[in-house]
């Protein structure tokens, strides 16, 4: 047994207060999580012991566990999993403090081992610097003082000066409520700073992009239904989906974007150069593989960028070449057919969202924007390289975790008005919503009461192929319960009816809501 003290205290194993113990452990693994944020603040923030766990973790999930998280959680699932590893850290960080209690060693080496699994956690990072470790080194050396101050200070738990015994005890609890309330400070500061990315938000904040050389054609005003979602989605409530639990920081001055791999030319984009190509601006409806039937990781807005054919025309691609992957800053990829990236539409590497630089959750300084395909197979944030190659040859991000190879968008359908589980009057009851068939265009939306027959809707004006189109529909409602259902046509006619699952390539089926009418 080590000397756990010097006052008068029981060191045999059965007198030991496994609760004290534990709550030492816990405290000290807060300072270990605090230290690690505070230092990674000067590391970069997929530095952070926690942050670099997390997306290992993320990476390392089979698609089953992240459909379900998905499904189940949304687009808080990234809170989920950081609760999650909270909740398993403090029962490990107990286990070490119990351990510790019992023999020193035992819990040094615990602390040593998972301070050494978030350093490679972090090194093994796509992003990765050569100082990607320093802050999991630095916040378990100081978890593991901590772990002894505290272990040094547990009173006995059987003691014969009951006196003496509640003033170790309060002093305990005192130094450990001390440890863990600094610990989960730090932490909070260094995270809350770090996600902020200084160096990223002063970039965006000092820059001004250039006029577009062709503008997006004036939007009717008549796109827009009334009491329904607006056309044109804010940036704030633009949805986010991604697998990066610290947004990646780049800076536009030292931003470039390679292209190689099935080319002629190797070419390197800078942001000088991307600044000073003609930028066209064009309404793009994005929507994720990931939305289930009537879901909302969907939403429109206003891009502007280079196109990407003018750059892979730089670069001048083998014929044989079918694809292009796209890789983020922080290692994300998207294989898009390269067809896409160089016919007419308005594929585009984008610098701005709603005449502002493109907001840093949303891919800030350059993203890739593709009309017609959902955006894992297309439209990669915080873009830094194009890899032309075959489809036989590379695969993306989402495909090596199950998902299709290819990602056109399917044609849906929303009924945005009356809710699911509404009660209105009987009479005229507007339904409306949005259809969208990303370039295609929706030619024609029909609902359909119970099981009657399908009723065609009138459709707003047309924003463009490119975007999602709203409609309305007329009901004549009558009393008691019925069931609305929404069905859209692209040029190739009606949607498909099947009710099929987001995996692999896209939910089908027909959005429906249930109506009370009194
Ligand atoms: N770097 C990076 N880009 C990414 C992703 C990602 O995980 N990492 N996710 C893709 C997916 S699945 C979608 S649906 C869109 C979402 O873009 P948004 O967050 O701007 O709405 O980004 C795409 N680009
Ligand atoms: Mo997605």
């Given at each position: ?209 250039p006029?577009p050389a062709t ?37 536009p001055?030292?931003w470039e974007l390679r292209v190689h791999g099935l080319v002629e030319n190797e070419v390197t984009l800078t942001w000088d150069e991307l600044q000073a190509a003609d930028l066209v ?23 502007l960028g280079m196109p990407v054919r003018e750059l892979l025309a730089r670069a001048k691609p083998h014929a044989d070449a079918d694809m292009v992957l796209s890789t ?8 898009t057919p390269i067809e896409a990236l160089t016919d007419d539409r308005d594929a585009l590497l984008a610098v ?13 300084p350059v993203r890739m924007v593709v ?9 990669t944030?915080?873009v830094v390289d194009l890899e032309v190659t ?129």
């Open positions: 047994m080590p000397e756990v003290g010097t006052t008068a205290r029981t060191t045999t194993p059965t007198g030991l207060p496994t609760g004290l113990a534990a709550l030492a452990g816990i405290a000290a693994g807060a300072v270990t999580v605090g230290v690690g944020s505070l230092v990674a603040l000067f590391t970069g923030a997929s530095t952070n012991p926690l942050t670099a766990v997390g997306a290992t973790f993320v990476d390392a999930t089979p698609a089953w566990l992240k459909e379900f998280a998905t499904t189940n959680f949304g687009t808080n699932d990234k809170l989920v999993l950081g609760i999650g590893e909270v909740i398993v850290l403090a029962g490990l960080a107990a286990l070490a403090g119990i351990l510790a209690a019992r023999r020193w060693a035992w819990g040094a080496v615990l602390v040593v081992l998972l301070a050494a699994v978030a350093g490679l956690a972090a090194l093994s990072r796509p992003d990765a610097g050569s100082l990607a470790a320093v802050p999991s080194v630095a916040g378990g050396v100081a978890g593991l003082i901590a772990l002894r101050l505290l272990i040094d200070r547990l009173p006995a738990a059987a003691s014969d000066d009951r006196a003496h015994a509640r003033t170790d005890r309060r002093s305990f609890l005192l130094a450990t409520s001390a440890a863990a309330g600094l610990g989960v400070v730090a932490a909070v500061v260094g995270r809350s700073v770090g996600a902020a990315g200084r160096a990223a938000r002063a970039a965006r904040a000092s820059l001004t992009l006029p503008s997006a054609a004036p939007v009717p005003a008549g796109v827009q239904v009334a009491g329904i979602e607006p056309w044109a989605t804010p940036p704030a409530d633009f949805y986010r989906i991604d697998t990066a639990l610290a947004v990646p920081q780049v800076d001055a030292t601006e064009a309404w793009v409806t994005l929507c994720c593989v990931s939305n289930p039937v009537g879901g909302d990781l969907i939403g429109n807005q206003r891009w983020s800053a922080d290692g994300f990829t998207a294989s701005g969202m709603n005449d502002e630089p493109l907001p840093i959750e949303h891919g800030f009309p017609g395909l959902y955006g894992y197979v297309s439209a944030k915080w075959r489809f036989a040859d590379k695969t993306a991000y989402w495909t090596d975790r199950g998902w299709s190879p290819q990602g056109p968008v399917k044609t849906q359908s929303r009924i945005s008005v009356p809710r699911s589980g509404a009660e209105v009057k009987a009479g005229d009851v507007v339904v409306a919503g949005t259809s969208w068939a990303q370039h295609r265009g929706i030619t024609r939306v029909q609902v359909r009461v119970d099981d009657g027959a399908w009723q065609d809707a009138d459709l707003a004006d047309d924003g463009g192929i490119d975007t999602w189109r709203q409609w309305s529909w007329r009901w004549p409602a009558t009393a008691g319960h019925h069931r609305l259902y929404v069905r859209a046509f692209d040029p190739d006619g009606p949607q498909s009816g099947r009710n099929v699952d987001v995996i692999p390539d896209g939910a089908e089926g027909y959005d429906q809501v249930g109506v009370d009418v009194t």
